[in-house]
C-alpha cells in the first residue's frame, strides 16, 4: 500500500516562500524509478499538476509556476521536495503530491497553502 503524506504549508504573504515535502512509504514503493509530480487543486477548480520529475531527475513545469518553483527529490529519503518563491495569491491551494501519471489510491491530504496580505 502506498502512502503520500505532504507537509509544509502554512499561511505566507504575498511575495513570500514555502517549501513542500512529499515523504512517500508502503511495503514496495520506491519514488528512485517512478516520475513524480506536485497537484495542487484551487477552491473551484480542478486539480493540476504544477511541476514533475522524472526517475533521471529531469523536470518540467505548468506556465503558470516556471521560475518560481522548484521541484527536487531525495531517493535515499523517498522524499519528493516543491520549493516555492515569489508566492501569490493565485497560488492558494492545496497541494499533493503523486506519481505521474497519479495512482488514484495514493493520493493524501494534501497540504494548505494560503497566500493572503
Known sequence: QVQLVESGGGLVHPGGSLRL????????????AMGMGWYRQAPG???ELVARITSGGSTNYADS????????RDNAKNTV????N?????????YYCNT???IP???GQGTQV???S
Open 21 to 32: 515535502s512529499c515523504a512517500a512509504s508502503g511495503a514496495i514503493f520506491s519514488i528512485r
Open 45 to 47: 477548480k480542478q486539480r
Open 65 to 72: 509556476v516556471k521560475g518560481r518553483f522548484t521541484i527536487s
Open 81 to 84: 521536495y516543491l520549493q516555492m
Open 86 to 94: 515569489s508566492l501569490s495569491p493565485e497560488d492558494t491551494a492545496v
Open 100 to 102: 505521474v501519471p497519479p
Open 105 to 107: 489510491p495514493a493520493w
Open 114 to 116: 494560503t497566500v493572503s
